[in-house]
């Protein structure tokens, strides 16, 4: 976000943001999961293709909101995106991504294979190459923009939100004093979810054949990536228990990521980082009230 924070509970989300004169602004919205209408989209690997698909949603609803609060002055009139406008943002961020991770390695390792017969002939060879080009680039774009002083701002804010979040799962008074110090690294973050797809890629990029075009390869990449997420999202969701040494070593490579994507937060970040997560759990406990609302005595 844009000078703020968005949290989101099981169903509810809610997006904070500092006004440029400094008064917090806070964004409350109900989520309308699709698993809820369909039941069988909980269903392993599934569950994680939807959540990435409600996770740009929701997250590109939320960037639009912060940017128009965090840089509209009191009183002058914000504008919205339309749903349409919002669909093409999505589909073009996702096709950026999928272009730059994914497509330019493969076309620069296809290259480098006309000059090395062992990529030609050896599949896991050919992806394994592929696949430290896709990280390779994935962390040379993490650095580059982590030196522009906006970005610096948002890995603040990242930061401040897991400070906040490793508060309350410590079950600490949700207040700035108590929050500082803590951790601004956490295992289920979107970054680390994002270096798994790098990794899990490779494994499943390896089970397509050699013979295949460049075209083709696009293609089935293209078409494997629900796949690839599903697989990475269900490791996140192990990597959250922390009960086994495994587990352990495999969430250290997204926490040495995250030392770049997060900072240790100002104070008045990590502020607003609280007010979101505090109205987040106040939704939360709302839900818990029947339908029926209280009864008189």
């Known amino acids: 976000m844009i000078e ?12 904070a943001i500092r006004k440029p004169k400094g008064r917090v602004v806070v964004k409350r919205q109900d989520l309308k999961l699709a698993s809820d209408r369909l039941p069988f989209l909980k269903l392993p690997l599934l569950r994680g293709v939807i959540a990435l698909v409600e996770a740009l949603i929701y997250g590109i609803s939320a960037l639009n909101y912060s940017a128009n609060e965090a840089l509209t002055e009191e009183g002058a009139e914000e504008e919205e995106l339309s749903p349409w406008a919002l669909t093409g943002i999505m589909v073009f961020s996702l096709g950026l ?12 390792t296809q290259l480098v294979s006309h000059w090395f017969s062992l990529l030609r ?12 080009l896709r990280i390779l680039v994935f962390l040379l774009y993490v650095v580059l923009i982590s030196f522009l002083k906006d970005v610096r701002r948002v890995f603040e804010y990242h930061g401040a939100e897991h400070v906040a979040i490793h508060a309350y799962e410590e079950g600490r008074d949700l207040d700035v004093e108590k929050a500082k110090g803590l951790s601004p690294l956490h295992p289920r973050c979107g970054t680390s979810f994002l270096l798994w797809v790098m990794v899990i890629s490779i494994l499943v990029f390896s089970l397509l054949g050699r013979d ?6 696009v293609l089935s990449r293209v078409f494997l990536l629900p796949l690839v997420a599903g697989i990475s999202y269900e490791m996140i969701k192990l990597s959250g228990k922390g009960k086994y040494r495994l587990v352990d070593w495999l969430v250290k490579p997204g926490l040495w990521l995250q030392k770049i ?3 240790e937060p100002q104070e008045d970040q990590l502020e607003v980082a609280i007010r979101a997560l505090l109205e987040v759990l106040d939704m939360e406990k709302e839900k818990l009230v029947p339908l029926s609302g209280p009864r008189a005595a």
């Open 212 to 217: 295949l075009s460049l075209s083709a390869k």
């Open 121 to 132: 002939r050896n599949v896991l060879l050919f992806n394994l190459f592929d696949g430290f």
């Open 4 to 15: 703020g924070v968005m949290m989101r509970a099981k169903r509810s989300l809610t997006v």
């Open 261 to 263: 994507t997060t900072r």
């Open 97 to 108: 991504g999928i272009a730059l991770f994914f497509i330019l390695p493969l076309y620069v």
